[in-house]
């Protein structure tokens, strides 16, 4: 269980059960990995989409992502189901952000700051890895 997860913060059940395919996602398009609540709102890091990349945690293919702030992190990698479209237009990934506010947020009504619910973790390949994808051992 890594250090930063919130005592409170329950497991992600919405995302591992999230079907998206690796084709919803383009070079360019602006996204955001969605990882704990602030107030009443979902909260999470934004990325750009910059290239195809394999992800190592799931053997499937990912996404490279840009993070103009992330400094020496400026670049990661993630699984598709990992991401959501800042634009309001997209259906798909509407239906999976309201699913995880739904299920997230009254979990975390008592908390009267930013939480990150540690679901999360980057590996020394700048991959990132939800804890479902997880491997022991690893
Ligand atoms: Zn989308």
């Given at each position: 269980m890594p250090p930063s997860r919130h005592p409170q913060a329950p497991g992600d059940i919405v995302t591992p059960d999230r079907d998206i395919t690796h084709a919803h996602f383009r070079p360019g398009d602006r996204v955001v990995i969605l990882k704990g609540t602030s107030g009443s709102e979902l909260w999470g890091d934004a990325y750009k989409v910059v290239t195809p990349s394999r992800h190592?945690?799931?053997?499937e293919d990912g996404w490279r992502l840009y993070d103009p702030?992330?400094?020496?992190?400026s670049y990661v990698t993630a699984h598709p189901r990992y991401l959501v479209h800042l634009?309001?237009?997209c259906p798909d990934c509407l239906i999976y952000q309201q699913a995880l506010r739904t299920y997230l947020v009254p979990r975390m009504a008592g908390a009267d700051e930013d939480v990150d619910c540690g679901w999360y973790s980057l590996t020394h390949l700048n991959q990132v890895v939800h804890v479902a994808d997880a491997r022991g051992g690893r």
């Open positions: 190592t945690a799931t053997d702030a992330g400094g020496e992190r634009s309001a237009r």
